[in-house]
Each structure stands twice: as C-alpha cells, then as structure tokens.
C-alpha cells in the first residue's frame, strides 16, 4: 500500500467543554475518493474543516493531521495559508455565498493562481478560462467575465470545482456540493467533479448526508455520529453489509427508489372521488421592471396554464425543479397569491374572489418547507398552534384542542409550553403540521415538508403525515422536488416544468412508463444506491 | 472539563469584546437612571428653590454661601437648575420619541406589509418631510404655534418620525418574507395582527436600540432650540438655555456653561452607550456564539 496522503490522527474538535468531533481517526491515500457521511450535526464539517484549519472562533482541535509528513494543526497560520488551494482546496455547498458577489468569475478562479504560483495576470486568466471549458462551461470566455449571479446555480458549482482544482491540490474537500441544486443538475456536477478529480489525480473527502450521492462517487466510505467514527471501509461492502447498527438506519431511510429500479409504489389511486380543487387555466406572471426606459418588461410566466383537479381523499404529488412554478401553484390553491387570470376553486368556492378567503382557511391549510421560518421564534408553541384557532373565530376549548393535536403529530404533552427553538427540525415540521390541522381542514397542502430534514426523519416525516392522513380523513397535495419522496407518498403524480404539466398520471405509471423526455430525464438523475447512474469514470 | 478551563479557551479577543459590550450597557443604564433619579428627586427637594431671584446673591463661586455650584447671574442656585433641567431634558425625550414612534411605526409597517405602490408613496413622503432639518421644522411650527418646550417637541418628534418609519420597514421587510408570516395569512390573519403579534416583537430589538438613540438627539435638539431662544421659555429651567444665559458671563462666570455643558453630554452619552449595549445585549446572533 502506497503511503497515505493525508492522515488524521485521535482528531478531537471542542466548543468550550462540548466534544464536537469524538477522536476520529482515518486516512485517505493519494488519489482515493471517500465519502464522509452522517446525519446533520454529526461533526462532518467541523471534521474537514479542522483538517484545513479553518475552524470558527472558539472551537479547538486536538490530535493530530499529517499531510505529505507534515502535521498540520501544530503550524503556525502562515504555513497553513500557503497550503490551502496549492496542496488542498475546498468546495463549499452554496456557491452564491462562496462566491464574491462583486468579482468575475474569471478573476475568482485566477486568484489562487496568482497567490500561489505567481502567474501573471494574463497567464492566470488564461488559464481559467480554460478550466472553466473542462468543467463544461458553455462560452468560457465570455463567462469568466461575468459576475456569479448571471451564472446559473449549477454554473456556479462548476465555477467552483474549477477554483478548487486551479493549482492541482493533492486534496479536495467537497462539503454537500450538490445539496443545493436540482436533480438533473446534481447529475451533471457530481460527473463533472468525479471526472475532474480523476483526470488531476487528486484525493476527493465528500461530505454529505445524501448516500447515493455518496455510492455513486466514492469508493470508501467513513460513517459518523454524534462526532465519533463508528464505521469506515470500501463503499460497496458497507452499503451492501453494514456492522454498525447506525450505517444501517441510515441506509434504511435511502427511499426505495434510489435503492433498486422498478419498485412499485406504496399507494396506487383509490377510486377517484369528488373534485375537491379544481383549477382552470390558471396563470400567474411577474413583471420585471425594465432597467432601461424604452425597453418592454420582462414578463416571467412563473404558473402558465394549468388545469387540475385535487379529487377528495387522494395524495397528489407536484413534481418539479426550483423555478418549475410548483409553490406559486400551492399559494395560488390556498389564495395566498392571486393569478393574474384563470379559475381556482375550493370546495366549489371561488378563491381568487377576496371575500371567500374566510371559508377556504377552515377548509385548506398548507405546511412549509422550512420548519425554522414558518413558526414565530416568540411564541411558545401553544400560541403557534392555537393561533388558526383564535384567528378562525373557531369555539372551544382551545387548551384541549391544542394538547390533542400535539399528541395527534406524537410530541409529548409539555411540547406547548416551551418555545420553537428548543425543538430540532423535525419535531418543529411536526408542530407545523399540528397547527396547519388545528381548524380541522379537508385539504392539507404541504409544500416540500421534508426537504430540509435528515433522510431517517424524513421517513417518519412522511409515515406521520400518511398516518395522519387516515386519522384527519384528509385530501393531500404534496410538493417536492424530491422524485423519491413524491413516490413514497402520493397516489397520483403531476410533473411540473417552467409554469407547465408536463406529465400527469397514477404514481405507477408515470414512474415506470413516462411518456415525456422531461420526466425521463429527472428520473434518469436520481442517484441511486448501487452507484450506477452516473456510469463509468471517464 | 470545568467552566473555568472553558472559558480559558474562548480566544481572548473574543472575551474582551464581551467585556466591552457589558461595560457600555451597565454605564449607560448607570448613567440614564441617575438622570431619571435626579429629574425625580428634583420635584420632591432642591437645594434651593431653582426659580428664586436674589440680587444679592449674584455670581457666587462654586461653595459660596452653601451653593455647591454656586449661582447665575440673577442668584438663582446652577444645581438646582440643573436638577430640574432633567426634568426638562427627560420630558423632551419621552414627548418627540413619543411622538416619532406612534406615527413611524404604524407607516414603516403599513409600508412593508402592503409593498408596491402604497410603500413607494409612504415612503417618498417621509422622504420628503426626512428632508427638512429638524431644527428648521421646530423654527417652522414655533413660528405658527408659540414657543415653548412642547411645540418645539412635537417638531423634533415629527422630524424623526421618517427615521423611525424607515428602520421599522427595513427590519419588517425581512420578517414579512419569513414563512411563520405566510402561516399566519393562510390562517386568516389580516396583515396589522400579523404586524402587531408577529413582526413587531421579533424587529422589537432594532427598535428599542432605534429609540435610545434618538432620545439622545432629542435633548440635544432640545438644547440647541432653548439656547437659540426657540425652546423652552423661562423661567423653566433648561440645559440648553442655561447655556444661553451663560454666554454673556463666559469671561466672568465659565462655569455657568460648564455645568450645563457637562450635564448634557454626560446624558447625551449615556443614551447613547445604553444603545449600543442593548444592540449586543439584543443581538440574538451574538447571544448564539456566547453560548
């Protein structure tokens, strides 16, 4: 065995007296792709940014990070500095914030050329420039003279893995580097980064809580939890037989879709009921405000015509990537966002018509994607719950209400009298939802409720809200963009795409047979288990 | 590992800051309530009576005669004076902060919650009226009202009411695009409950931080009107026009602005650091990295 690259040694990261990182131990050899994987505050960034030394203001790391036969944590900053980017670089998961807005992206990238080996100015354009073209940027030229936000979300990832790879660092450290994207983008910036890093013959730690992302681009795996490493080997083996009890949980809550091709889905449509939606060529656009006197707005059609029917006791996925118009679709539904034309009604009530509201809270609610934003930080969570109540002009006992429904989304009983922030995220989405069913509503509109959640809590997320389904007698509209999750869940599917349906049709037969390219090419792009869907390094 | 090795490992740069942050607001609130306590005292005992005229007594140095700051040019007792100045300065304060806040709260939150044409008309008319200086607005009402603290007040008050309307729309802004405010519409709440129960208490921080500084300005527009002759008429006592009043005898008598002077700026100053302490002490990014 060659000698490793980088070895990290009894590696501890303290806040204060809390243990952040648990005396993690591995080593990556030169060239190795791993994965690092756990759930959210499980020390996995904490962990890559100890070993580059750039831990926040008041954590400490003890042990020790050998690179090259060089320890790490015990050199001075200016050492380290030298480092970074020539001998390791880092992608970070949001490239708009790790991007300076106010630098072309050309510049950006020349940046660590020109620190670390002195190019000139030029030189160093040139070069980037280049890179750009080999991470399969359209026009490099003319993009490495634009500024980040003229670049797509995608752009800006492969921006970034060009910066990342411009001195050719013997490690890359990529944290969630497609967390932050659309599926069919993830696909082509995961291909781009693996290619990229084999064809620079570097070593590539990839973070991420996402396990196929994992299988598809590492070849090791390290497991952690809590901050301790409870399970490290060569992905294939752990995915396919995991020792630890942890690793298997985890790998339990990959969606069965992502697991094996042609699994059958949970719920097929019962038969169809009564329309409980129904819209009708409706339409929403935004006017853009010319930069220029003369010139005509910009008009963004973000929902452009579309007609469905909800049908009483269904669960109806929306699929669709960001921009698709699929959330402007729920706010429209619930008359939270008037269409600029078009026919919405609830229950046979005219929601576009303002007087109407009223009777259409009582019968549709809606849960939010983010359960940190949608519930007021100063309320205690009885208020949060109680609030549809007292704001319905609903009778009764408020107190009894609220404990009930508490107890209905399984918190415990003293849930109300503490505030949203001592919750984790997926005890806040169940508070969402108690208090979305506090007037008791026949529509329950939840639009991404999971996607901010650890893959294991979004299971029990969504089994929760099946569950509650059942119990409530409720009609569901369930929005993600999340393939996987819509087909956990729904029993009918609608797949949305710049403002339009593209596809709709039973869960089953859309997944198994879809007839339109879209759909074909976001179900193509699901990462999956077995590693196989971004075919073979190039 | 016990408290005391932790907090040894907080950098020290980052315990020093604390350090700071705390000294402000404990000198601020230090400062602010010695000038609440002296306004209070002062309606109850005074060393002298403050409005009493004794030619005898002119001009007496400072101990003369049991005066401890001695007296003005007409023998009135200067700590008296300026202990019912506070008074004076403390009211200035509560009426044009008063004033400013129950008008620029409810239009910089009617803007953000409306948005488009509404905002842009409320907001190019506070613009408009954040154009005059405040001094010439209170020049302005005192010349179509009368003089006096209160007219003078109420002008400083309304000149600051575009402050206030322009910091409660930035913070409200932010807040209204937070999902608990799209909840609470899909539940029914109209958009001033929204604006009251949820958006008021979590910008409330900006707000009061906002308040304390303008009280600050306040007395000192209120000094600045008095000793232009515009404020407070005697025989109110006043900071400002004791200065005034002083002027004349600055070659005789310095000590006569000297006080004054002092009493405004240390007040002025404690406000001022009482702000900035509440703005950490408020902070709830910094109460994050305390912890």
């Known amino acids: 065995m060659t000698a490793p690259l980088i070895e990290v040694d009894d590696l501890s990261v303290f806040a204060g007296s809390t243990v952040i990182v648990d005396r993690a131990s591995f080593s990556l050899a030169p060239g190795s792709r791993t994965g690092l994987i756990g759930e959210s505050g499980s020390g996995k960034t904490i962990t890559a940014l100890a070993m580059l030394g750039l831990l926040p203001d008041g954590l400490r790391a003890t042990g020790t990070v050998t690179l090259n036969g060089q320890d790490l944590l015990s050199r001075p900053e200016r050492d380290l500095v030298a480092l970074r980017g020539s001998a390791m670089s880092m992608i970070f998961q949001e490239p708009m914030t790790a991007l300076n807005p106010v630098m072309r992206i050309g510049r950006q990238i020349a940046e660590p050329l020109r620190m670390h080996q002195d190019m000139s100015r030029p030189d160093a354009f040139a070069l980037a420039v280049e890179l750009l073209g080999s991470v399969g940027i359209d026009e490099p030229e003319r993009r490495a003279r634009s500024f980040p936000h003229e670049l797509s979300g995608g752009q800006r990832q492969r921006a970034m893995i060009a910066m990342a790879l411009s001195c050719g660092p013997d490690l890359v450290v990529a944290d969630e580097p497609t967390t932050a994207l659309d599926v069919t983008i993830q696909a082509q910036v995961l291909r781009v980064l693996r290619d990229q890093i084999v064809a620079n013959d570097a070593a590539l730690l990839l973070i991420t809580h996402d396990l196929p992302v994992v299988a598809s681009v590492a070849e090791d795996v390290i497991v952690l939890k809590d901050g301790a490493i409870v399970e490290q080997g060569p992905a294939t083996e752990i995915f396919s037989s995991p020792a630890h009890a942890y690793t298997r949980k985890l790998l339990d809550a990959v969606p069965p879709m992502s697991r094996s091709v042609g699994v059958p889905p949970k719920h097929v449509p019962a038969t169809p009921g009564e329309p409980i939606v129904e819209m009708r060529d409706v339409r929403k656009t935004y006017r853009l405000r010319h930069r220029k006197l003369r010139d005509p707005d910009h008009v963004i059609h973000a929902v452009d015509g579309v007609s469905l029917d909800v049908l009483k006791g269904e669960t109806l996925g929306i699929v669709g990537e960001s921009g698709s118009g699929k959330s402007t679709l729920a706010r429209i539904m619930l008359g939270l966002i008037r269409p600029t034309s078009g026919q919405v009604m609830v229950e046979g009530i005219d929601v576009t018509a303002r007087k109407n509201l009223r009777p259409v809270r009582e019968i549709a609610q809606i849960v939010f994607q983010d359960p940190m934003g949608s519930l007021d930080p100063r309320m205690l969570v009885r208020d949060v719950v109680a609030e549809p109540l007292r704001a319905l002009g609903i009778a009764g006992d408020h107190r009894a209400r609220v404990a009930e429904l508490l107890a209905a989304v399984s918190l415990p009983a003293d849930t109300g009298d503490r505030y949203p922030h001592e919750f984790s995220g997926g005890q806040r989405q169940r508070i969402a939802i108690a208090r979305a069913l506090a007037p008791g509503p026949d529509l329950l509109i939840a639009d991404e409720p999971v996607s901010a959640l650890d893959m294991s809590v979004q299971t029990i997320t969504l089994d929760l809200l099946d569950q509650l389904k059942a119990d409530f007698d409720l009609t569901m509209v369930f929005i993600s963009h999340d393939l996987s999750v819509v087909h956990e869940i729904s029993d009918r599917v609608l797949v949305m795409q710049q403002g339009r349906v593209v596809e709709t049709g039973p869960v089953g037969n859309v997944f198994a047979s879809p007839q339109q390219r879209y759909t074909r090419d976001l179900l193509a792009a699901i990462p999956r288990l077995d590693g196989s869907f971004l075919g073979p390094a190039a | ?291």
């Open chain 2, 1 to 291: 590992m016990t408290d005391r090795a932790a907090s040894a490992e907080t950098p020290p740069t980052e315990r020093r800051r604390g350090r700071w942050r705390r000294l402000n607001l404990g000198l601020g609130l230090g400062i602010v309530l010695t000038v609440i306590a002296v306004a209070l005292v002062s309606f109850v005992w005074t060393p002298f009576d403050p409005e009493r005229i004794d030619a005898s007594k002119r001009l007496l140095g400072a101990g003369e005669q049991g005066h401890l700051l001695g007296t003005d040019q007409f023998g009135r007792d200067l700590l008296s004076g300026i202990m019912v100045g506070a008074r004076t300065a403390l009211f200035v304060g509560i009426l044009a902060v008063g004033i400013a806040v129950a008008i620029g709260i409810p239009i910089g939150g009617f803007a953000a919650a409306r948005r488009g044409w509404v905002e842009d008309v409320v907001m190019r008319a506070s613009d408009v009226v954040y154009a005059f200086p405040p001094v010439l607005l209170a020049i302005l009402l005192v010349a179509a009202v009368s003089p006096g603290t209160g007219s003078a007040m109420v002008a400083i008050g309304i000149a600051y009411v575009p402050i206030v309307a322009r910091v409660t729309r930035g913070a409200a802004l932010s807040v209204f695009q937070l999902d608990f405010v799209s909840a609470a519409r899909s539940y029914g709440r109209g958009n001033a409950y929204i604006f009251v129960r949820h958006v008021l208490p979590n910008i409330a921080s900006v707000l009061i931080v906002q308040m304390t500084i303008l009280f600050a300005l306040a007395i000192l527009a209120e000094a600045a009107l008095s000793f232009l002759g515009i404020g407070t008429q005697p025989p109110t006592p006043s900071w400002g026009r004791s200065l005034r009043d002083a002027q004349t005898f600055l070659q005789l008598s310095p000590r006569l602005a000297i006080w004054p002077g002092v009493a405004i700026a240390v007040t002025v100053l404690g406000f001022n650091l009482l702000g900035d302490g509440l703005r950490d002490a408020l902070d709830p990014r910094l109460e994050v990295r305390r912890t």
